[in-house]
């Protein structure tokens, strides 16, 4: 059975900091490239970052571009989101995701298949 466990979310004050993981099983977690997506009330699921099978490559959406650093540990099959000078617009639920087979990195949601349940975001003024 695979199961996706995300934690980290909390609520923390513009400008603040927070780190997310994810942890993944029942998988080949080091050959799927994986993601961080987010949805915030009312608004539809956006990708956020996205990290290759091995973390050589990754991508991120124009909004959190040098705030946010996703990476990952094999090892433990951990998925990581830091995320620093935090915005009252990334507030949202986070998700992570395992990406079909054939995917290098990407944040368009279509292209992941596997999801955890979400951890809460919320930034404050």
């Known amino acids: 059975q695979i199961q996706m466990v995300e934690s980290g979310g909390g609520l923390v004050q513009a400008g603040g900091s927070l780190r997310l993981s994810c942890i993944a099983s029942g998988l080949t977690f080091d050959a799927r490239a994986m993601g961080w997506f987010r949805q915030a009330p009312g608004k539809e699921r956006e990708g956020v970052s996205s990290?290759?099978?091995?973390?050589?490559?990754?991508s991120y959406v124009d909004s959190v571009k040098g705030r946010f650093t996703i990476s990952r540990d094999n090892a433990k099959n951990t998925l990581y989101l830091q995320m620093n000078s935090l915005k009252l617009e990334d507030t949202a639920m986070y998700y992570c995701?395992?990406?079909?087979?054939?995917?290098?990195?990407?944040?368009?949601?279509?292209?992941?298949?596997?999801w955890g349940q979400g951890t809460q975001v919320t930034v404050s003024s």
């Open positions: 995701a395992v990406a079909e087979g054939n995917v290098m990195t990407s944040t368009r949601p279509k292209d992941y298949s596997i």
């Open positions: 990290i290759s099978w091995i973390g050589s490559r990754t």
